[in-house]
């Protein structure tokens, strides 16, 4: 049971992350296309060149949403080395399913607003298979902690995962989002690499 300190502490972090939410969804609508175009061919190249990910067999990624780096470079990178890609769908109690990313399967956009492939899923346990996961983020830390966009998604699914073998994971936003240090909880897994167009970071110690 969390001791009344521990309590406060949590919360007034929660309350910070839900502060900070919309100056970072604010800077991300005001890029120009150009800009973000730039973007998303400098972080498909940085992450396709990233050691782990050209070593990889399966690799866990998603389908950008609008605003954020995109990944359709990444995907069809992936695709061409033969690599197998598994994409999230939602559900309805707030957890993830994974499915194999397929350009020709038809998508369906989820009520997060994301394109989502239309389907049978894979077994639940399959994101403990990948070698990669490459996951969204609105910043994240030096230290590797991740702030997401708060229906906690990501952290029911990380938290999941088998820690005898766990997956690298790969945080993607732009420059300005990788900060000295974000609002975090206990209970956010840190990211152990961070892409931004501006190349890679490393989170101290973490593998690559």
Do not use: C, I
Not at 101 to 117: I, K, W
């Amino acid at each position: 049971m969390d001791r009344p300190g521990a309590r406060q502490r949590n919360d007034a972090a929660a309350e910070q992350k839900r502060a900070v939410r919309p100056r970072l969804l604010d800077a991300r609508r005001r890029r120009d296309p150009e800009q973000r175009r730039a973007v998303d061919d400098a972080v498909a190249a940085h992450l396709l060149a990233l050691p782990s990910v050209v070593r990889a067999r399966r690799v866990a990624a998603y389908r950008s949403m609008p605003g954020e780096p995109g990944t359709e470079g990444l995907l069809a990178g992936l695709l061409e080395r033969g690599v197998e890609v598994l994409v999230p769908v939602s559900r309805s109690d707030g957890s993830l399913a994974w499915a194999s990313h397929d350009p020709a399967v038809p998508t369906t956009r989820s009520r997060l607003g994301v394109e989502e492939p239309v389907g049978a899923t894979l077994p639940d346990d399959a994101l403990g298979t990948v070698d990669v996961v490459v996951l969204p983020a609105l910043a994240v830390d030096h230290a590797g902690r991740r702030l997401g966009r708060g229906a906690g998604y990501y952290d029911r699914a990380l938290a999941g995962l088998p820690q005898r073998r766990r997956p690298l994971l790969v945080a993607v936003v732009h420059a300005e989002e990788l900060l000295a240090e974000v609002p975090h909880e206990p209970h956010d897994l840190p990211v152990d690499v961070v892409v931004t167009e501006n190349g890679v970071f490393r989170v101290p110690e973490a593998p690559v």
